[in-house]
């Protein structure tokens, strides 16, 4: 994980230049609340394209209705738009929409784009990083969380030792039920990750308005963490489903 200096090229509301291309009234993100006309792309982040605060908390029901709201308002298709660059501008508001409410309503997706808004580069999602590792040769690993060391090297044995049965046409079958259950305990560790996902978005969402910087640092640090042990795991639970299925 690295701290960009550059958090973010994205622009709040306030900067976006607010009239309207076509009755010159104060206009939405997307369209004009006056003539109704769809308006070029503006650089917002997801939260300010959906009017919302950098906050983690969202009410889903509420986010899925102005999507459905703003699906229909943004079709390009919609009483066929006189205007050409109108039509564009239908397409590109659309697919933003489509993007911005599918990152927004999943709890993980949404904390990993605010910590990319705040700057915060995830190891998991960083191209470039990936390339870097590929033009030097060196393979890029995930950190074993320290104190899930043990139970990953015994479950590594005990793939590696049915990988080895399986290839020999034979299976032990209490060996199948020892590895089933660490990947049960493994899923449920994912749960309660989840769920204390949920009590760090809390505490973000009260530094937002009154926290200092150190103390958000120290959050956002805490959730790059939590994130980095959830991603372990699910790529854990992956490589046990691959033995199992194979
Ligand atoms: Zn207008």
């Known amino acids: 994980m690295t701290i960009e200096s550059n958090p973010t090229s994205v622009m709040t509301p306030a900067e976006v230049t607010a009239s309207c291309w076509s009755c010159g009234t104060m206009r939405a993100v997307h369209f004009c609340s006056a003539c109704g006309k769809v308006q070029p792309p503006s650089p917002v982040d997801y939260f300010a394209f959906f009017s919302l605060p950098r ?22 298709d919609l009483s066929a738009r006189a205007d050409k660059r109108e039509q564009e501008w239908s397409l590109e508001q659309s697919s933003r929409l489509n993007d911005a409410y599918r990152t927004l309503k999943d709890p993980v997706k949404r904390t990993e784009y ?23 040769g060196e393979i890029k690993k995930q950190v074993v969380p320290p104190d899930l060391l043990e139970e990953v090297f015994e479950l590594n044995m005990q793939l ?10 034979e299976d032990d079958p209490a060996l199948i039920e020892e590895i089933g259950k660490q990947k049960l305990e493994l899923e449920q560790k994912q749960d309660a990750l989840a769920e204390e996902l949920k009590t760090y978005w ?28 959830r991603s372990y795991i699910r790529n854990l639970v992956r490589d046990v489903n691959e033995v199992l299925e194979n």
């Not at 906050?55 to 390009?76: C, G, I, M, V, W």
């Not at 590696?160 to 046409?169: D, V, Y």
């Not at 103390?215 to 994130?227: H, N, P």
Request: net charge neutral; aromatic share 4%.
């Open 202 to 229: 809390s505490n973000w969402d009260e530094l937002v308005d009154s926290g200092t910087e150190k103390s958000r640092r120290q959050l956002r640090d805490k959730m790059v963490d939590l994130l980095n042990r």
């Open 114 to 136: 605010l910590l990319r808004l705040e700057g915060v580069e995830l190891e998991e999602q960083s191209k470039a990083a990936t390339e870097k590792a590929r033009t030097t």
């Open 160 to 169: 590696e030792e049915l990988r080895a049965q399986k290839k020999l046409g």
């Open 55 to 76: 906050k983690l908390n969202l009410d889903t029901t509420a986010l899925e209705r102005e999507f459905y709201e703003l699906s229909r308002k943004l079709h390009p």
